[in-house]
């Protein structure tokens, strides 16, 4: 359901749309399937750019229901703190992760209190083309981070945030109009039978942020599909027609 503010409706800014209890289990149900784009497309580009997490403190910013803090569990993490604004996915972080060695802060991003030099990575997925004090964000993960530490994250990809003319279509796309590219700013999404704010950058503004936080940047991805990946040779052959995904791996230097 909408906010509505006078006659004007308002979409859901940051965490607040999980807390929506229809959309929040719509949401797991679409993010965690087999086959999400996030699982097929985006998470292995991830893992191929993280560091060894082995033995390392790692903050995962956004990190939602609190699976992949368990991939980084798994993969030998000495400590993981997941930072999260809805309440319904702390709740859920909570009871995926356990206690050894993990804490769950309910903050919204921009009101997270890093500890200086804390962390030997910071990650997130999908979350900061719905901030919009993005520079904020990005000094507290430098401060955040120790000497030579990485920062790898992804967001939806420029093309897919410069319009939602195409996101308001139904069906399966093929194509997404482009338009107000260099337009940066608000956008509202139609999303799972709600609306959503999200904030459009294009590629170099991202680039010139993470640059003024002081990070060197050392890679960056577009996550071109995999066919290993597919079930399917329909699927592949339409998920190369739209980049989905945007990820940047930077160093603390």
């Known amino acids: 359901m909408l906010e509505r503010e006078g006659n004007d409706y308002m979409g859901h800014k940051g965490a607040s749309a999980y ?6 289990e719509s949401f797991l149900a679409r993010r965690n399937r087999s086959e999400s784009p996030n699982n097929i497309i985006e ?3 991830l893992l191929e750019l993280l560091d060894p997490v082995v033995g390392k403190r790692v903050v995962d910013l ?11 569990k798994e993969r030998g993490a000495s400590y993981y703190e997941g930072v ?13 992760l356990g206690e050894s060695n993990v804490a769950i802060v309910h903050t919204p991003i921009e009101e997270w209190q890093s500890r200086k030099e804390s962390f030997d990575i910071v990650v997130s997925r999908m979350v900061f083309h719905y901030i919009e004090n993005l520079p904020l964000v990005f000094r507290k993960v430098y401060e955040s981070m120790k000497e030579g530490g990485q920062f790898v994250f992804s967001v939806q990809h420029p093309v897919l945030t410069s319009s939602m003319e195409s996101a308001a279509k139904s ?12 337009r940066s ?27 003024q936080a002081g990070f060197a940047v050392e890679d ?13 040779d329909e ?9 989905l995904f945007l990820l940047f791996a930077c160093r603390k230097s």
């Open 235 to 243: 699927e592949y052959d339409r998920r190369q027609r739209i980049p």
């Open 84 to 96: 999260e604004g809805s309440r319904n996915m702390v709740q859920k972080a909570e009871g995926n």
């Open 185 to 211: 700013g608000e956008r509202q999404e139609p999303w799972l039978e709600e609306e959503v704010t999200k904030y459009h950058r294009t590629m170099e503004q991202y680039f010139q942020l993470i640059k």
């Open 19 to 24: 807390d929506q209890e229809r959309f929040f």
């Open 62 to 72: 956004g990190c939602g229901d609190g699976l992949f803090g368990c991939d980084l």
């Open 43 to 45: 998470k292995p580009v």
């Open 171 to 182: 069906g399966k796309r093929s194509s997404w109009l482009v338009d107000d590219y260099f």
């Open 220 to 232: 960056l991805r577009e996550c071109e599909p995999r066919r290993e990946y597919f079930k399917k």
